[in-house]
């Protein structure tokens, strides 16, 4: 059974930082892309950024460019994403999701991000 379980999520302050893990499960972790995928309060979701299965490649979405870095340890089945210069914009709950016959078909639970003073 895949099972994909965030963490990592809390309060911060504008301009501060915070990095998410994701561990995952129940498949061969290095054989799939992976990617983070947020839903900001009373908003859709928005895609942030994907990474292939061999940790390469990485592309993000033009709101968290350059601020943030997704990763991932094979060893350790884990994908992160290290968030810098947060803003109150990306306040959201971040979602871990695995690809499969391109499609992003499991989902962890989420992990709330807030960025407040």
């Known amino acids: 059974e895949v099972q994909l379980v965030e963490s990592g999520g809390g309060l911060v302050q504008p301009g501060g930082s915070l990095r998410l893990s994701c561990a995952a499960s129940g498949f061969t972790f290095s054989s799939y892309a992976m990617s983070w995928v947020r839903q900001i309060p009373g908003k859709g979701l928005e895609w942030v950024s994907v990474i292939n299965g061999g940790g390469n490649s990485p592309m993000y979405a033009d709101s968290v460019n350059g601020r943030f870095t997704i990763s991932r340890d094979n060893a350790k089945n884990t994908l992160y994403l290290q968030m810098n210069s947060l803003k109150l914009e990306d306040t959201a709950v971040y979602y871990c999701?695995?690809?499969?016959?391109?499609?992003?078909?499991?989902w962890g639970k989420g992990a709330l991000v807030t960025v407040s003073s």
């Open positions: 999701v695995k690809w499969e016959n391109g499609n992003m078909n499991y």
